[in-house]
């Protein structure tokens, strides 16, 4: 009898893991000129999971830029909570790396020391920090340039060498400021099949701003669509596509999901 019951009981559940990043009501605003507030966000709740891809997308202006600041330390909220694996988020956390619109790079170094600039401060031995910057220099496709400067480099190389730099530190979490949005469609296409490839071997959390509803599809498992400023949610649309299945762009599901989000759009204008 007793062995029947067991055989009869319901598996035990597994608890659901705590988001690695979840915002509570976040609320964020700036003094303008004339010294009156000027609200930026409103009441923003959201859970990221780990090792999630999720965009931002959302008018020009809206306040995109500052919820990725807050999520990276860079700012603080004024009203509401972030959290990074259930502690409150205080300034930028160490396992969390920021690609920002224009490449970060230092001009007077090359690839690769651009590239070793964060291990050889956190005191790796020279001969491990040079096999972990080469391999990462290969990985976005920058191997033979690992003795050229920044100067000599075309937008997209730099953006890779940035990257590099970046994901050569292990971060759990990638926040990106819209850093493709200034190259031509044939290298950004191949940023994002770079990103699809490195988040095979090395995952990793992406959260990035984008204005480019293709984009979003691309390379996002899950949109979140913002208002006008002070900006909150309007909603947030799952893309039912495989990495690979979201490059097809001239598929009718891609068109589908992409007028879906449009609509969304144009609701907030």
Not at 65 to 76: E, I, R, V
Not at 95 to 119: I, K, M
Request: hydrophobic residues 40%; glycine residues 8%.
């Amino acid at each position: 009898m007793r062995s029947d019951l067991r055989q009869n009981s319901p598996a035990p559940v597994s608890p659901k893991p705590a988001p690695l990043i979840r915002a509570e009501h976040i609320g964020k605003s700036y003094t303008a000129a004339d010294g009156n507030l000027l609200p930026v966000l409103q009441d923003i709740s959201l859970a990221i999971e780990q090792n999630a891809s999720v965009a931002l997308l959302g008018p020009s202006g809206c306040g995109k830029t500052t919820l990725l600041h807050l999520m990276a330390g860079f700012l603080q909220p004024d009203g509401g909570q972030l959290y990074y694996k259930g502690k409150p988020l205080g300034e930028l956390h160490p396992q969390t790396g920021v690609l920002f619109q224009s490449p970060t790079l230092f001009n007077w170094l090359t690839v690769e020391d651009n590239v070793a600039f964060g291990l050889k401060r956190a005191g790796l031995a020279k001969a491990e920090r040079q096999a972990r910057c080469a391999g990462f220099i290969r990985r976005v496709g920058l191997a033979g340039f690992e003795k050229a400067y920044p100067a000599q480099l075309s937008g997209g190389m730099q953006q890779r060498a940035a990257l590099a730099r970046i994901l050569v530190l292990e971060p759990e979490v990638l926040l990106l400021d819209e850093p493709f949005g200034a190259l031509d469609a044939m290298t950004r296409r191949n940023m994002h099949k770079l990103l699809f490839e490195l988040r095979k071997d090395i995952p990793f959390t992406t959260v990035f701003i984008t204005h480019d509803v293709e984009e979003a599809v691309i390379l996002a498992e899950r949109v979140v669509v913002l208002s006008q400023r002070p900006a909150r949610i309007i909603k947030e649309v799952t893309v039912p596509f495989t990495p690979e299945e979201s490059l097809d762009v001239d598929s009718h599901a891609f068109a589908d999901i992409k007028k879906q989000i449009r609509t969304l759009l144009e609701q907030t204008e």
